[in-house]
């Protein structure tokens, strides 16, 4: 069964990264429809590996230090990170959608990377993980990974950069996609 649900996995990030790009590349993202699939698409195929993988049978990590004392605050400190930005660009009188972006907002979390929420949504799936300790849900995080790194190059090349022209590319030369860029 695992080797079902592992090709599942593989085979949703190929269709979310697909579609993302299909619709992007049609150029009918204007259109809010096609945004918004992109989003459902991301929720439904990897949301839901996310969330089943840990329940499937599988060898489990029994180590309370990982699973509970590491576990526990990474999950936190995700949800939290997850949701920091989206209250900081309602501050800021935007939203944090790709449906209908309001204005490049590069100050705050943003001034640190460009895509706080996907880190923390990465951080958040590694404490899931770890908390039911379900070993093979581990190798499900570098797809993962791969998948958000390649939604993020589609995001900022055929909405961001399209929506904020040099603005946008301004701010990719001084901020770091996913991880800081080390000032000189």
Same mark, same amino acid.
């Given at each position: 069964?695992?080797?079902?649900?592992?090709?599942?996995?593989?085979?949703?990030?190929?269709?979310?990264?697909?579609?993302?790009?299909?619709?992007?590349?049609?150029?009918?993202?204007?259109?809010?429809?096609?945004?918004?699939? /992109?989003? @459902?698409? &991301?929720? #439904?195929?990897?949301? +839901?590996?996310?969330?089943?993988?840990?329940? %499937? !049978?599988?060898?489990? *990590?029994?180590?309370?230090?990982?699973?509970?004392?590491?576990?526990?605050?990474?999950?936190?400190?995700?949800?939290?990170?997850?949701?920091?930005?989206?209250?900081?660009?309602?501050?800021?009188?935007?939203?944090?959608?790709?449906?209908?972006?309001?204005?490049?907002?590069?100050?705050?979390?943003?001034?640190?990377?460009?895509?706080?929420?996907?880190?923390?949504?990465? /951080?958040? @799936?590694? &404490?899931? #993980?770890?908390?039911? +300790?379900?070993?093979?849900?581990?190798?499900? %995080? !570098?797809?993962?990974? *791969?998948?958000?790194?390649?939604?993020?190059?589609?995001?900022?090349?055929?909405?961001?950069?399209?929506?904020?022209?040099?603005?946008?590319?301004?701010?990719?030369?001084?901020?770091?996609?996913?991880?800081?860029?080390?000032?000189?």
């Amino acid at each position: 069964m695992l080797k079902w649900v592992m090709l599942y996995g593989f085979l949703a990030s190929i269709i979310f990264i697909f579609t993302s790009w299909q619709i992007i590349k049609s150029g009918k993202q204007e259109r809010i429809l096609f945004r918004l699939m /992109i989003i @459902i698409t &991301g929720i #439904f195929f990897l949301g +839901g590996m996310v969330l089943v993988l840990p329940f %499937i !049978p599988q060898p489990r *990590i029994e180590n309370i230090f990982l699973q509970y004392l590491l576990g526990i605050p990474l999950a936190a400190a995700g949800i939290i990170l997850r949701i920091y930005p989206l209250l900081y660009f309602k501050k800021k009188g935007t939203r944090s959608d790709l449906v209908k972006p309001g204005k490049l907002v590069t100050d705050g979390p943003y001034s640190i990377i460009r895509h706080p929420q996907y880190v923390a949504g990465v /951080i958040f @799936i590694i &404490g899931w #993980f770890l908390i039911w +300790g379900g070993l093979y849900s581990f190798y499900l %995080i !570098p797809v993962i990974a *791969i998948a958000i790194f390649l939604q993020a190059l589609i995001e900022e090349k055929y909405i961001l950069e399209v929506e904020f022209g040099i603005e946008y590319q301004e701010y990719q030369k001084k901020v770091g996609m996913f991880l800081p860029k080390i000032r000189k």
